[in-house]
Nanobody, 115 residues
């Protein structure tokens, strides 16, 4: 079955960096787009970044120039490099894949940006 396991979250000061990882299994990873979403307390879940199977990327306006999504098909892993973090980036970050039209989510990893 499809499994997505995120890691790499934590507490970081404003201006700092974190790299999130999402290990995928149960499907042909290289054939599918992968996405990162986030959900802050009291807010709806929002798309942060997406990478296609071919490597094309899209970002939310709020993270453009600061976040970078990438993938390693040999390791079945997608990454989110987050630089210049702001307090408003605080949220639970989720990995997402849509496989045969069914959305799958990881368990989420908490990112807290605070001094």
């Amino acid at each position: 079955q499809v499994q997505l396991v995120e890691s790499g979250g934590g507490l970081v000061q404003p201006g700092g960096s974190l790299r999130l990882s999402c290990a995928a299994s149960g499907f042909t990873f290289s054939s599918y787009a992968m996405s990162w979403y986030r959900q802050a307390p009291g807010k709806v879940r929002e798309l942060v970044a997406r990478i296609s199977s071919g490597g094309s990327t899209n970002y939310a306006d709020s993270v453009k120039g600061r976040f970078t999504i990438s993938r390693d098909n040999a390791k079945n892993t997608v990454y989110l490099q987050m630089n210049s973090l702001k307090p408003e980036d605080t949220a639970v970050y989720y990995c997402n894949a849509v496989v045969y039209y069914i959305p799958y989510w990881g368990q989420g990893t908490q990112v807290t940006v605070s001094s």
